[in-house]
């Protein structure tokens, strides 16, 4: 665990949208470590944007931005990413303003980065199994899910709980993202993970407890299974082409190319064979079987290696470097 001052300059964005309830007693447990707290009220019909602004008379380190046009919690942290870097920031960590996130576990989330092992951190209830049981069933079987998904769009094999938005990342991390082009609404905590994959920067999680009490989540099962699925379809794709045909063309790019033309040829001649076969009444000969059959099982088993290379290229942490001075 790092000690309680921390050798970088540290801010904390967090998006306000319908958490007037909850915003005053987050924002009084944020510890001193954190130079800066940008609340982002993200046009909030709640008004949280003028409750911390009242709590900034007695915390000069708080400071309002504010949409006029509501533009999602991407949207929200992209601001805050923009204005923590304008401040010179080394770290930005977005807490969500519901109360959800425990400041104590703010420490945990800074280790890998002071370190120097990776460039972002993200929290995951899944490695808590007692804090668990708290959790909707619903959510922890579409978590697991998601998970997966996310791990083959990203290439982040190593990491689970993909929406959780408990995260710190480094300036490093950010000067290699192109902000505008993150998605801004619900999708933002994978879209980030997936565009780090693509740049190669190194991710961690860290074990991080659920905590749930009477707010109310505004992510929807239905919006994730209608809306997730062909957006980390199109990012899986783009990655793939970056990775392994752009920036690389490595023995992976090989089994990705022979292994998809060997099983489309394959199941495109078994196909019409079978067709062929069902207006005939003929059986097709064992030769015909075969020169169906074979590019059809060495097509799998070649893009089976092309993931095992994948999860074996994963962005890995970094050798830990000597702690940097603090700044003042």
């Given amino acids: 665990m790092t000690s309680v001052i921390s050798p970088m300059r540290i801010a ?34 709640e008004g949280s944007g003028d409750v911390a602004a009242g709590v900034a008379g007695s915390d000069p380190r708080i400071e309002v931005l504010r949409h006029p046009v509501n533009r999602g919690v991407g949207g929200a942290m992209i ?76 290439g982040h094999w190593a990491v689970m709980d993909p929406t959780n938005g408990y995260t710190a990342i480094h300036r490093r991390a950010l000067a290699e993202l192109d902000l505008d082009g993150l998605a801004p609404r619900y999708f933002f905590e994978c879209d980030l993970l997936i565009a780090l994959g693509i740049a190669g920067v190194p991710v961690e999680d860290v074990a991080i407890p659920a905590r749930y009490g009477d707010e109310n989540s505004s992510l929807r099962i239905s919006r994730v299974l209608l809306d997730f699925p062909p957006l980390l379809l199109r990012r899986f794709l783009r990655r793939v082409f970056i990775r392994y045909f752009i920036a690389d063309f490595t023995i992976g790019s090989l089994y990705l190319v022979v292994g998809s033309l060997m099983l489309a040829f394959g199941i495109v001649v078994g196909a019409a064979e079978w067709l062929r076969s069902i207006e005939s009444g003929v059986v097709r000969s064992a030769g015909t079987v075969m020169l169906v059959a074979m590019p059809v099982i060495l097509g799998v088993q070649l893009l089976l290696q092309a993931i095992a290379h994948d999860i074996a290229a994963s962005p890995k942490p970094r050798a830990p470097a000597p702690l940097p001075e603090r700044r003042e």
């Fill in 12 to 45: 904390i964005v967090i998006p306000c949208f319908r958490v007037a309830a909850h915003i005053q007693a987050v924002l009084a447990g944020i510890p001193a470590m954190v130079s800066h707290i940008l609340v982002v009220d993200d046009c909030c019909p």
């Fill in 79 to 154: 601001t805050g990413y923009r204005r923590a870097l304008e401040l010179d920031c080394d770290v930005v960590i977005k807490m969500d303003g519901d109360g959800q996130m425990d400041p104590a576990e703010i420490p945990h989330l800074l280790e890998p980065l002071e370190s120097g092992r990776v460039d972002y951190t993200k929290g995951n209830r899944f490695q808590h199994f007692a804090a668990l049981s708290a959790m909707p069933l619903a959510r922890l079987f579409g978590n697991s899910a998601l998970s997966f998904l996310v791990k083959a769009a990203s």
